[in-house]
């Protein structure tokens, strides 16, 4: 079975500085992994996704991901924070046994301090 | 403007009522699925159709049916609705499924509330 778990449910920056949050998978087979993110009342945008090619994967609005099979993590990065990036964040899982089968995280809430 | 278009936005219903999800897009996606989205749960998978005449069951199918009987439709119907589908449902579509090079498009979402 695949799962996706995201470590923290709430992460709170201030403007300026780095922003990490996390997210494990499991999966029995080799995974695709992307990253979604959600402003309030609105539907889903992906910021970027990871196919088996390049593990460092970059997205839009300054973001990125790096694959790491070894710690099966996909933990989103971004140097500097920006007001317009609080949102909440999914981390997503599929498999190609079962290519149409999307597993969402529960989601991380990102806050930004001016 | 192109996309993925959902109706209604909020929806009221007692419970055993039923009622239709809709769902259009105007992008020529074979690929269409409805999630559900719930406090602490990220987005689960009802069902999917991955072209006109094709529907298939995702992760929590019970209680919610779907037809594709065209490409750019996919409703969602609730035949009889309880307090635990009180959720917001997004649709999402893309070319040719969830892997390699394609990329979901998604709803604006539509609010249920079952009393």
């Known amino acids: 079975a695949q799962s996706v778990t995201q470590l923290d449910s709430h992460v709170s920056v201030s403007e300026g500085t780095p922003v990490l949050l996390r997210c494990n998978y499991s999966s029995s087979y080799s995974p695709s992994l992307f990253w979604y993110v959600q402003h309030p009342n609105k539907g889903l945008q992906l910021l970027l996704k990871?196919?088996?090619?390049?593990?460092l994967v970059k997205g839009i609005n300054g973001f990125e991901a790096e694959f790491k099979k070894s710690e099966t993590s996909f933990h989103l990065t971004k140097p500097s924070a920006h007001m317009s990036d609080a949102a909440e964040y999914f981390c997503v899982v599929i498999t190609y046994r079962n290519n149409n089968d999307m597993r969402f995280g529960a989601g991380t809430r990102l806050t930004v301090k001016p | 403007n192109a996309g993925v278009t959902q109706t209604p936005k909020f929806q009221v219903l007692k419970t055993g009522q039923s009622m239709t999800l809709q769902c259009a897009q105007d992008m020529n996606h074979e690929y269409m699925s409805w999630y559900r989205q719930d406090p602490g749960m990220g987005l689960r998978l009802i069902h999917y159709?991955?072209?006109?005449?094709?529907?298939d069951q995702g992760e929590v199918p019970n209680g919610y049916n779907v037809s594709r009987s065209t490409t750019e439709d996919f409703p969602l119907r609730l035949l009889s609705a309880a307090p635990s589908q009180t959720s917001v449902y997004f649709c999402?579509?893309?070319?040719?499924?969830?892997?390699?090079?394609?990329?979901?498009?998604f709803g604006a979402g539509s609010r249920l509330t079952v009393l």
């Open positions: 159709s991955v072209g006109a005449g094709i529907t």
């Open positions: 999402a579509s893309s070319y040719g499924g969830v892997g390699g090079a394609n990329v979901l498009t």
């Open positions: 990871y196919t088996s090619a390049a593990t």
